[in-house]
């Protein structure tokens, strides 16, 4: 088993481009999530899906969307980038009813 | 005021020491996990707890629902154990993805 995979490990984008952000995993989890690190501050949860076709905004959802039209892939779109959203993104995936989450290695994305 | 509360911010042990790193939370909560992050940047979930005490090699896990407190002792430290440790809570009925995080322990443990 893979995991939970996260592609770019690195992004830098100009201030307005969009992309998106992939996360897939290989242990059929129904639960999937993303959050971001940034210095100082905890980790924020962003978008969060219980299921394919299911999809819920987290703290801080303004900036970015997500779809689920697979159990396997949770993409994270940023629709125009801003220098804020310079971070460190996580996705992170649990059996139903389990609490125990496992996490991706993460991107780290500037927005210059 | 943080609802997850970490303490020390820092810290640096020698190889050997007994290493205790707290957690205070201010919400109710179903569930309680230690994180560890690794310099490296990788994030693996090292305990559940709900209530009592875990332990997991080295490392122990206890929390205290009626004082909202939570610790995490790292026995005979060693160099490898340096990381960053996160605290993060789960409220009742929320759903899986609602945790919310504390800001983290930096442990430097020096041979």
């Known amino acids: 088993n893979a995991g939970v995979t996260q592609t770019p490990k690195f992004q830098v984008l100009k201030t307005g481009q969009s992309m998106t952000l992939q996360c897939a995993q290989d242990m059929n989890h129904e639960y999937m999530s993303w959050y971001r690190q940034d210095p100082g501050m905890g980790l924020r949860l962003i978008h969060y899906?219980?299921?394919?076709?299911?999809?819920d905004q987290g703290e801080v959802p303004n900036g970015y969307n997500v779809s689920r039209s697979t159990t396997e892939d949770f993409p994270l779109r940023l629709l125009s980038a801003a220098p804020s959203q310079t971070s460190v993104y996580f996705c992170?995936?649990?059996?139903?009813?389990?609490?125990?989450?496992?996490f991706g290695p993460g991107t780290r994305l500037t927005v210059t | 005021k943080n609802e997850v509360e970490q303490s020390p911010q820092n810290l640096t042990a020698q190889e050997g020491e007994f290493i205790t790193i707290n957690c205070s939370y201010s919400?109710?909560?179903?569930?309680l996990h230690w994180l560890q992050q690794h310099p490296g940047g990788g994030i693996v979930s090292l305990f559940m707890?709900?209530?009592g005490k875990k332990k997991h090699g080295r490392l122990i896990a206890t929390i205290n629902i009626q004082e909202k407190h939570s610790s995490l002792h790292i026995t005979a430290s060693h160099p490898r154990d340096s990381a960053v440790y996160i605290c993060a809570v789960r409220s009742p009925g929320g759903s899986q993805g609602n945790l919310i995080f504390g800001k983290g322990t930096k442990l430097s443990v020096k041979p």
């Open positions: 707890l709900s209530s």
């Open positions: 992170a995936s649990s059996y139903p009813g389990s609490y125990e989450q496992y």
């Open positions: 899906s219980v299921g394919a076709g299911i999809t």
């Open positions: 919400v109710g909560i179903s569930a």
